[in-house]
């Protein structure tokens, strides 16, 4: 059995500085890890945690070691990837004491566990909302699993290759979602994708592989299915995910009660 907590989107910013002038995302964060050590002694054993990016809102290296601080709480072995608010070069000078870290491109790794494999593919364009799967990030996946062999696949990656229904995320989506897909066609292991990004406990699949998309810990996208939805964000609900493998994937989501919008970006 292997046990993953899943935390996503936590934009830190240092205060006094508040994410659209609202949010205390270092605060917020902070509340979450104190969250979840309180639920340690009711989902103890964890093997590992995985943040699916957007760790920092503008990519600046004292948030990073800000969020560094908080993780490190935990005593857990933690995982980052990149999401669209990151910058590469800062997360890995932050970052690189951690063995998954590589010491230059894309921000992704594999790390085995007893009996799954965890894959985390960087799917940053920097500068760019939107995300991307290119042939490049194929050729890593295809490799990774390969060598996974018959284990099962927790494979992360920040852009969530579904479409939400919320417009304005939607439209910062990822590209590359078919080959992708090809590229898990190609494999008969059992694959559960995770992501961030949407800031909304979220259920898709991308060619019968399930897509559970985590939510943030810093604020929430409605559901909206308007096409002139408000672009905004609520203040909740916040939450982490637990994914669980014991003979067959379990994901469920764990989350802080209360939350008021929406509130414009
Ligand atoms: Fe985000």
Redesign the pocket.
């Given at each position: 059995m292997s046990r993953i907590l899943q935390i996503s989107?936590p934009?830190i910013v240092i205060p006094p500085q508040k994410v659209s002038n609202k949010l205390e995302t270092l605060h917020l964060f902070e509340q979450m890890i104190d969250q979840i050590l309180g639920d340690m002694e009711k989902i103890s054993p964890v093997d590992a945690v995985i943040i699916t990016?957007?760790i920092a809102d503008t990519g600046d290296i004292q948030s990073y070691q800000a969020f560094k601080r908080q993780i490190e709480r935990l005593g857990i072995p933690y995982f980052v990837i990149p999401?669209?608010?990151d910058l590469r070069a800062p997360m890995r000078q932050c970052f690189q004491n951690l063995d998954s870290m590589p010491g230059s491109g894309k921000i992704n790794w594999v790390h085995d566990l007893q009996d799954i494999r965890i894959i985390g593919l960087d799917s940053l364009i920097e500068g760019q909302g939107g995300g991307l799967f290119d042939e490049d990030s194929a050729s890593y996946l295809n490799a990774a699993l390969t060598g996974a062999g018959q284990k099962p696949v927790l494979l992360a990656i920040h852009h969530p290759p579904i479409k939400s229904g919320i417009w304005f995320m939607d439209e910062i989506g990822l590209e590359g979602c078919e080959l992708l897909a090809e590229t898990l066609g190609q494999f008969t292991n059992e694959i559960r994708v995770i992501s961030?990004?949407l800031?909304a406990g979220i259920v898709g699949t991308i060619n019968g592989n399930v897509v559970v998309v985590g939510p943030?810990t810093c604020s929430a996208f409605a559901l909206d299915y308007r096409p002139d939805a408000p672009v905004g964000f609520m203040t909740g609900p916040r939450g982490y995910a637990v994914h669980d493998w014991d003979n067959g994937f379990c994901s469920d989501y764990n989350y802080i009660a209360g939350a008021n919008g929406p509130h414009g970006f």
């Open positions: 989107d934009h990016g957007d999401g669209n608010h961030g990004h800031h943030s």
